[in-house]
């Protein structure tokens, strides 16, 4: 199974999302789940969230694979119980959405070792999260291990310095949090004194994130460095705008076999972008790797690389699966570029019937984002269909 996009799509009412839940899209699915959680555009119905919930986590959503862990922990949706707790399969759930990449399943793995009083594994577990993840939380609940010595010995002074660490990475600190560390730990830490002083907190906390996840690019993660790479495009926070680490962090995930990072490399490749040469042949080697993995951009730029003979020789019909696979991950440009070798027989059996379908379809999805269906359909239609010849005028 590819590797989801860490991008999520957005969904822009709750007729799509039954659409595409019903389709059996993973992220549709999650988002469905926690409409019916909440009661958000639809009638709560918390049975049916868990039942939708389950589906995305069978289907690879990191999302869906923490909330499913979250249930069996707690046996509650949204503080109704809905399901007997079951902290076996709150584990198996946690494990797995860590595994896919959710920065969040590690603390609530910890929180399950704590409820069974496995505290050497929670004092481990939050320690990991503190520190791989950046996540405060766990960084405050490790700092509590070590001050009431619970899966090792007491360290009251490490206990007490991590508690004041976490506190001052808090841009939400409260007088009653205040009060709390003073009381029971002898932790003074100041209510921020202006607006300033707690988006300096802030700040403090972005500053401890980037560092692990800087940490854990080093280390050869890929998530990270895919997160990475993507942070130095854009730039913003603590991190300029640098297409030569963007490149640099892409490319270690790509050769490390990384679908999303070698579809990027295939994009720089193909631009000429982050200071690199243009390469066609390149780009497409790129792509067709990304493709393999059934990574849904790079599906469909391997087949536009094949159905316009760029970077490779010209071949509708090797064209052809890789746009009905993007097609079953709801890719409008692929629908356009299907519909077409349908409607033309380019490759595949000629269906003017499917044909048009599907670019009607894509050109409806297309009300939805930023028009690429039109722009490619209009591209498609100047090459095959150009305008026709006037005569000269007589002289």
Not at 25 to 38: C, G
Not at 50 to 78: I, S
Not at 156 to 177: C, H, P, Q, T, V
Request: charge should be neutral.
């Amino acid at each position: 199974m590819a590797r989801p996009p860490r991008l999520r799509r957005i969904f822009t009412s709750t007729d799509e999302l039954m659409v595409a839940a019903h389709e059996g899209d993973p992220q549709a699915q999650n988002e469905l789940a926690t409409a019916y959680a909440t009661g958000n555009g639809i009638k709560k119905n918390r049975l049916e969230a868990l039942k939708l919930w389950q589906q995305a986590a069978e289907g690879g959503d990191p999302v869906a694979m923490e909330r499913v862990a979250e249930v069996f922990r707690t046996g509650e949706v949204l503080l109704e119980k809905v399901t007997p707790i079951d902290l076996t399969r709150a584990i198996t759930w946690y494990k797995k959405a860590a595994k896919a990449g959710n920065h969040d399943a590690l603390f609530g793995l910890a929180r399950v070792y704590q409820q069974q009083q496995e505290f050497r594994l929670a004092l481990e577990t939050f320690k990991e999260s503190a520190y791989t993840y950046g996540k405060r939380e766990a960084l405050r609940e490790y700092g509590l291990c070590l001050y009431h010595g619970n899966g090792c010995a007491p360290n009251i002074d490490e206990g007490r310095k991590l508690l004041a660490d976490a506190a001052l990475m808090d841009a939400d600190y409260s007088e009653n949090g205040a009060k709390y560390l003073e009381q029971n730990y002898g932790v003074r830490v100041p209510m921020p004194a202006d607006d300033a002083e707690r988006a300096a907190r802030g700040d403090a906390l972005d500053r401890f994130q980037f560092g692990c996840l800087m940490k854990r690019a080093d280390a050869g993660d890929v998530d990270a460095q895919v997160e990475l790479a993507h942070k130095y495009i854009f730039g913003g926070k603590r991190v300029e705008m640098n297409r030569d680490k963007s490149y640099f962090w892409f490319g270690r995930a790509a050769e490390a076999g990384d679908a999303e990072a070698q579809y990027e490399m295939g994009r720089a490749a193909e631009a000429g972008s982050m200071g690199r040469p243009r390469d066609l042949y390149e780009a497409f080697g790129w792509f067709k790797k990304s493709a393999d993995q059934g990574f849904r951009e790079g599906l469909r730029e391997a087949g536009r690389c094949l159905y316009l003979g760029e970077g490779t020789a010209q071949d509708f019909k090797a064209a052809a699966p890789y746009f009905e696979r993007a097609v079953k991950q709801r890719d409008t440009e692929a629908m356009v570029f299907l519909g077409k070798m349908l409607q033309n027989g380019n490759g595949v059996n000629k269906d003017a019937a499917r044909g048009q379908a599907l670019i009607d379809r894509a050109l409806d999805e297309d009300k939805k984002g930023i028009g690429l269906a039109r722009i490619r359909l209009m591209m498609l239609e100047g090459v095959e269909e150009p305008p026709p010849r006037t005569k000269p005028k007589k002289k």
